[in-house]
């Protein structure tokens, strides 16, 4: 598996070499350099926007055991609307989900929160600001707001959460920094819905279906009103294709809270 650190050493070898070899800037040796930064920024950038690169991190985006189960997962919540209602078709289906909430809802919604966990799902972190520009945020400013979210989480049901997703999937070098302070395990997906931007149920349904493997692990937002609309759908095909519906920390063997 391709890591950061070998990247680095590879790129600043191949570097120094170019400087040892050329006493002279040719047109060569400036093409070699040009090709050396693109592979570092290229690399930087790949591991960056995909989850599941394990570049910097290793992110657990799926299952490996043999049990023919799946996990559903929502990011961004508790909202108001949209939350109560995937919680009773979930309840109304005994389908256990993980929630991974923005610290700053949680504040707004506590009651929410609790009937999530207290209906037995499981309660993960993804962020107390969910800042457009998370990314950019220095190692300790990131620590800290991953510490609030928890605190937010916390203050509600009394449990420090084990699981954390990195906001808009994106890793990178001060990420890993704030996550191994915290000793979280990051969570990732394999089957990413869009459902933020997709809101035709029928296409999003059958987009989510078109490929289901055991041990996947289903990306949703309780934002939206479409997703609601097609988890019964979801979950009817899920179980008529024999899959079972576990709880993500089962389906991963992992502890859900510290
Ligand atoms: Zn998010």
Not at 70 to 99: E, K, R
Not at 105 to 117: F, Q, S, T, W
Request: charged share 15%; net charge positive; proline share 6%.
């Amino acid at each position: 598996m391709l890591k950061y650190p070998v990247i680095q050493i590879t790129c600043w070898a191949a570097f120094m070499a170019l400087l040892a070899v050329n006493q002279w800037w040719t047109p060569v040796s400036i093409w070699l350099f040009l090709l050396v930064v693109g592979m570092y920024l290229g690399f930087t950038a790949w591991g960056a926007i995909f989850v599941n690169s394990n570049f910097y991190i290793n992110v657990l985006c799926r299952a490996d055991g043999g049990e023919k189960a799946v996990a559903i997962s929502f990011d961004d919540g508790p909202a108001a609307g949209n939350t109560p209602q995937i919680l009773s078709i979930l309840q109304q289906h005994q389908v256990p989900a993980a929630f991974f909430c923005i610290g700053h809802r949680v504040e707004a919604h506590p009651d929410l929160l609790k009937r999530i966990y207290e209906e037995g799902h499981l309660i993960g972190n993804h962020s107390y600001s969910h800042h457009a520009l998370f990314d950019l945020f220095p190692a300790r400013k990131m620590a800290n707001d991953l510490g609030k979210a928890d605190a937010a989480i916390a203050a509600a049901i009394q449990v420090k959460p084990k699981l954390f997703r990195p906001p808009y999937g994106v890793t990178n070098p001060m990420l890993a920094k704030a996550i191994k302070e915290n000793n979280y395990i990051p969570v990732g997906w394999s089957i990413r819905s869009m459902d933020t931007v997709q809101r035709d149920e029928k296409a999003l349904l059958a987009k989510v279906t078109k490929n289901v493997r055991p041990g996947d692990i289903f990306l949703f937002h309780d934002t939206g009103a479409a997703t609601a609309k097609i988890l019964p759908g979801l979950i009817r095909y899920l179980r008529e294709q024999g899959f079972a519906i576990r709880r993500i920390d089962q389906l991963l063997n992992v502890p859900a809270y510290a």
